[in-house]
């Protein structure tokens, strides 16, 4: 379990994504303000927060219906993000959502304050709103960016 983090860091984890609101929503791109995916964004806001990407990322399927038996989106952020219970997340952590029953975990965005989270959809772009019961119910992991970047300082999400 990481160490306890200061506020402060999840604040500048969730300014850090807010910057991205409004970028339209573009498969497999992570430029801000030009486009993204979900994954798009949470890798920009590791740029911004923790520096150069420290893995390559090769193409993949949008079928939020994929099934496996391998979590591949989960198994890659354990190689660079802290893991955390989800039920320890609170602003500035970031979730992986499983969009289907039995499917793998395909979605993920970045928690905020006040019961809301940002993350990239098709259509809309990257936009904050709240994590409904309906979303909540769908988080299957929650990590910290390293090095103190997000806290788990409120377990209010």
């Known amino acids: 379990m990481p160490a306890a983090l200061v506020a402060g860091d999840a604040a500048r984890v969730v300014a850090a994504a807010r910057l991205w609101l409004g970028t339209p929503y573009h498969d497999q791109a992570s430029l801000r303000g030009v486009g993204c995916d ?47 219970d989800v039920g320890e997340a609170g602003p500035g952590a970031v979730v992986l959502f499983r969009m289907r029953a039995g499917a793998i975990a395909k979605h993920c965005g970045i928690l905020t304050d006040g019961g809301r989270f940002i993350h990239a959809y098709e259509r809309l772009g990257v936009i904050e709103e709240p994590l409904t019961p309906a979303w909540r119910r769908r988080i299957a992991f929650a990590f910290l960016f390293p090095g103190g970047a997000a806290g788990t300082s409120s377990r209010e999400i």
């Open 38 to 84: 979900c994954l798009g964004l949470i890798r920009g806001v590791w740029r911004d927060i923790v520096g150069r990407e420290a893995l390559p990322v090769p193409a993949y399927p949008r079928d939020w219906g994929e099934t496996g038996p391998t979590e591949v989106l989960a198994a890659a952020a354990q190689q660079v993000l802290l893991p955390i």
